[in-house]
């Protein structure tokens, strides 16, 4: 049994009080936010709105202190080594850009090879796609076999990498994949690995320095935190060869008219204005998250993922992609309904107030190994319950009597 | 709203598509895609002497609402003149699939698919 306490927890999420009847099912795109989390951005700007790392007046050092804070925060929560460690950006994309730019463009050179999977989101495909380009290096691709779940004899592609670019739950299959396991060969093959943590770290305990990677990329909006606010975890030695990416304000520490010095770490990364109040409320979330607990959240959705296979699987023409065995893989299930197109699916879903998604999911080369133009994707997290896994079946069945499909 | 939408001639031609195929040597042609959706239209068309739609087919796939106005649009042009063509607004696909999708823009893009590669066709 799951030790959430799921109908208190939506409590929290104002959302639910104002849209009763929302089945929300589409976290894996954002999630809900809580309300001490938006209390979190507005005490922000109500209470100490200011620039943070310049003003020496009161409220600038509360909203520094503040912002560094929840560096800290990221920095237990992940298990990194250091603060120095953790760099704040916009979103996953723009942490994996950083890297191609900062990291990649650098080191990246004629004939070198770049090993990335088929099942990645198109900000862990693209970037790397565009720099075998420029540079023209390898770009190879590790395939999934029938269970969604990576082909374990491509892992020989590893050998002679320069950098593995690997995501850790997939956006699409939900496949949770071995990271620890990816990053010892591909470190043991020389390789810096990237790990795409986007999917992973709202849903399950992470600890960076014991997946060993060198980089860890993931978005606060999908974790409860605000939209605007992404990190990059490296580790500091590799952050130390990294170029910043975003020249500007703040990440310099000096400026003259013919060069210029970069800021210590993590600053150097960090041009510009930061988004203070996504980041102060990410803290909140963090805080929220805590709380819970991540083992307890992992064993929910668990439990709630494997409700969800078994009564989808019963329902007749229902296809069902990825891992079946829920501790194989996350709380994302992507399937698709015979007779009934995705797109009309997901209407039809939302006449009863059921939100999933329709579409590729940004994950289009996915999609064309599954020879499929599109699936619906349900994914959940700490405020969905069985109910709302009945109400989607409910729905898929409507959709069917209505295309009068068997 | 669904159920308004997934009225029985939508369904139908969902399932039994018009004009649906290839064409060889057509005067007039385009293909697009929506990427949010996978919704893909193809259209061909073929001119008479008096530069009017004489012939037309279509193939696609995607949703029930990309598919079905694809048919209804296609039908609805047979005999038309370029110009005709080139007039043609949102409002008409919109008096074809009757229902107003003005609330539901992501819907309103499937329903245009078909009408964006003719205009894309025409303007080749």
């Known amino acids: ?406 | 709203m669904s159920s308004e939408i997934y009225q029985e001639f939508i369904l139908e031609l969902y399932k039994n598509p018009i004009n649906f195929g290839k064409m060889e040597n057509a005067d007039l042609h385009a293909e697009s895609f929506n990427p949010l959706c996978g919704d893909k239209v193809e259209i061909f068309v073929k001119l008479n002497g008096e530069k009017k739609v004489s012939e037309v087919k279509f193939i696609g796939s995607g949703c029930a609402i990309s598919q079905a106005s694809a048919s209804l649009l296609t039908e609805e042009i047979k005999g038309k003149t370029l110009d005709e063509l080139a007039k043609m607004q949102k409002e008409d696909i919109l008096q074809m699939i009757k229902v107003d999708l003005s609330k539901n823009p992501s819907r309103l893009k499937c329903a245009l698919l078909s009408l964006e590669v003719l205009k894309k066709s025409i303007s080749k």
């Open chain 1, 1 to 406: 049994m799951s030790n959430m306490n799921i109908d208190k927890i939506k409590e929290d999420f104002p959302i639910f009080k104002n849209n009763p009847t929302l089945v929300y099912l589409d976290s894996a795109a954002t999630s809900q936010r809580p309300q001490q989390v938006i209390d979190a951005v507005n005490e922000f700007y109500t209470n100490y709105n200011a620039n943070v790392h310049r003003g020496i007046y009161k409220i600038s050092e509360e909203a520094s202190e503040k912002f560094e804070n929840v560096r800290t925060k990221v920095r237990d929560f992940i298990s990194a080594k250091s603060e120095q460690e953790i760099i704040f950006t916009k979103n996953t994309t723009e942490s994996i850009n950083l890297v191609m730019r900062g990291w990649g463009e650098k080191n990246i050179k004629k004939g070198d090879k770049i090993v990335i999977s088929i099942m990645e989101h198109h900000s862990n495909f693209v970037p790397w796609q565009q720099l075998a380009k420029q540079k023209g290096a390898k770009l190879e691709i590790i395939d999934i076999n029938e269970e969604g779940e990576l082909k374990e004899s491509d892992f020989e592609k590893i050998k002679g990498a320069k950098l593995l670019a690997i995501t850790h739950v997939s956006n699409v299959l939900g496949t949770l994949n071995n990271v620890n396991k990816l990053c010892k060969l591909a470190h043991d093959a020389g390789a810096k690995v990237l790990v795409d943590g986007a999917q992973s770290i709202p849903h399950m305990q992470i600890d960076a320095s014991a997946i060993d990677c060198d980089f860890f990329a993931f978005s606060g909006h999908k974790m409860l935190g605000p939209t605007g606010v992404g990190i990059l975890y490296g580790k500091e030695q590799v952050l130390e060869e990294t170029d910043p990416f975003l020249y500007g304000g703040d990440m310099i520490s000096e400026v003259h008219v013919e060069e210029s010095k970069w800021n210590e770490l993590p600053f150097k990364f960090e041009s510009g204005t930061p988004p203070a109040s996504s980041v102060i409320g990410l803290g909140a979330a963090i805080d929220y998250l805590g709380k819970l607990g991540m083992e307890n959240i992992r064993k929910h959705e668990q439990i709630i993922t494997q409700y969800a296979l078994q009564k989808m699987t019963e329902i007749n023409g229902v296809n069902i992609f990825g891992p079946k065995n829920p501790e194989k893989r996350a709380g994302v299930i992507a399937f698709t309904v015979n007779g009934v197109h995705p797109h009309d699916l997901a209407s039809i879903l939302d006449e009863y107030n059921v939100a999933i998604r329709s579409g590729h999911h940004c994950a289009m080369p996915l999609h064309e190994r599954l020879a499929l133009p599109a699936s619906s994707r349900a994914s959940f997290y700490i405020y969905n319950d069985k109910k709302d896994v009945d109400k989607l079946c409910d729905g898929i069945k409507e959709a069917k009597k209505i295309f009068k499909v068997d």
